[in-house]
C-alpha cells in the first residue's frame, strides 16, 4: 500500500517509514500537520494514511483524520493515545505506540484486508485495536 506517515517527530516519522519499507509498502510522504497533511494527500493519493493523535502546533490528529476521511482516504491511528469517542467515526482503528516491526507490518495487513474486505489474518498484532465492526483474532505474541 501507499501510505502518508502524519507525525510531528520526524525521527518517528523516519522511523516508521523504514518500517513501512521493510514490511512491503510505499510511504508517499511525511506530514507534521493538518496542511502539510492535505498538500501530500492532493500530490500523492495515499492508500492509507497513519495519523498520530497529538501533533505539535496545535493541530490535532483528528482533525487531520475528518479531512482525509473528506478526501476518501482511510485512517489509522498511530499514536500513544487511541481516541475512542470521535476517533472511531474517523478511523478504522488505532495502533498504539511504541510501534515495532511486527506491529506495524501486521496493522497494514489487517488495513489492507479490512479495506478490501477479505478476512482478517489469523495472527494480528495486540497493539492493534479497530474501530469498525470487524474484530482482529487473537494472537500468540507481539
Given amino acids: 500500500m ?18 513501512l ?6 510511504a508517499t510522504a ?14 500523492e493519493r495515499p492508500d492509507l494514511a497513519l495519523v498520530d493523535v497529538q501533533l505539535a502546533g496545535g493541530s490535532s490528529g483528528l ?4 479531512a482525509l476521511q473528506a478526501r476518501g ?16 467515526a474517523l478511523a478504522l482503528g488505532c495502533l498504539h505506540k511504541p510501534i515495532t516491526d511486527y506491529s506495524l507490518a501486521g496493522a497494514m495487513e489487517v488495513a ?3 479495506l478490501h474486505d477479505r478476512p482478517l489474518p489469523p495472527d494480528a498484532p495486540s497493539a492493534l485495536h479497530l474501530y ?8 500468540n505474541s507481539d
Avoid: K, Y
Avoid at 6 to 14: I, Q, T, Y
Avoid at 21 to 26: Q, V
Avoid at 73 to 88: H, I, K, Q, S, Y
Fill in 112 to 114: 489492507d484486508a479490512v
Fill in 30 to 43: 511525511q506530514a507534521d500537520d493538518l496542511p502539510s497533511a492535505m498538500t501530500a494527500v492532493d500530490a
Fill in 132 to 139: 469498525s465492526s470487524h474484530t482482529v483474532p487473537p494472537h
Fill in 63 to 66: 482533525d487531520v483524520a475528518a
Fill in 73 to 88: 482516504v482511510p485512517v489509522l491511528f498511530a499514536t500513544g493515545n487511541c481516541p475512542e469517542d470521535r476517533g472511531r
Fill in 21 to 26: 519499507g521493510l514490511a512491503g509498502h510505499e
Fill in 2 to 19: 501507499r501510505v502518508l506517515i502524519v507525525e510531528d517527530e520526524v525521527l518517528v516519522a523516519m522511523e516508521i517509514e523504514g518500517m
